[in-house]
């Protein structure tokens, strides 16, 4: 086949210009930003590469080293101490917390609060991306014989024993047979084949994700204001009464794992910014879902607290957002330093308070 004088430049050009995108991604993945694909293993469940370096940018920064485990902590040698208690944290990317320092999350620094109070606790975080209520309940076996907890936190959105536990895609998910509820669990090779996909090829998503987001994503930001979708849709009171049995089944199994000294912090979404404005009122459709799950853990004597409150009076106090980061929108995002602060301040109270009567 003959090509035309100017196809063959058109060719070079083109190889040219991929060949260089492609080293450009390989420097900037390895160099910059160091960002090993997710592990999965039937005891832990998600979580990072142990004793891997990784660099986080998207949303805040961070620049940290996973544990032995594969989890946002400093390394630990020996999980379970005679001298000193754990308090294991589970959640989704709030508590998992890689868009901030270490030291900065709720989870750390409710150990440095309690320990300069003389408490000798050490918080174990084993928050992990996209994790929700079914993951805790399957994998609670392993962490209380790994950790041995005095003390178990479950950071839950409003969407986590609801939406999150049902969804098709997810690893374990919540299902009804016969009347009875049950965690469907989906054996796990497909994660790992593309766990081993993401080691060949995982070098170039994040120069991709770079230049898709300044060509496209922070434009659009930036004339938007942090435009938030608002969630319009209430519940049917059937769609309600099926939902509040999976909710109340959740909380059962919660309770019966992780014991009597199980604490539940809900994160709510706001403030927030919606339209370009500050929003701090209650936004019906997820209201309702907070509803059903503060009406479930009273049900089965689950201690639950709610943050929305407190966040809120943090705003209308010093005007601070709580959340959101200088790299992307205050208002949007994740809970920040000032945000998680706030957390590890209410829970070194609390326990504070539950030691000292």
Known sequence: MKFRPFSKVKIIYGVAIVCAFSIWNYFFSIAVEKNPPQSYDECMGVHFQPEKEYVYSREGFSKIKTDR???????????VDKNIDNIIFLGDSYTEAIYIKRKDNYVKQTEKLLNDAGYKFRSINLGASGNAVPDYIYNASCFIQ??????????????????????????????????????SHTPQTQKRTAHYVAEITGWFQPALFRLLENAFISPRTKTTKGKAEKPQNLLEEKEKKEIQDIVDWQMQELKRKYGENLIILYFPPTPQIIDGKIVTEEIPAISEKRDLIFEGAEKNNVTIFNTEDMLVKYYQETRRMPRGFQNTQFGLGHLNADGNYIVADFLYKYFSNKFNR
């Open 146 to 183: 790994t950790f041995s907890p005095k003390y178990t936190v479950i950071q839950l959105h409003f969407n986590d024993l609801i939406d999150e536990s049902l969804r098709p895609e997810h690893g374990n998910k919540v299902v009804k047979d016969n009347n009875t509820f049950a965690i």
């Open 69 to 79: 485990f594969g989890f946002n902590n400093d390394n630990i040698e020996d999980p």
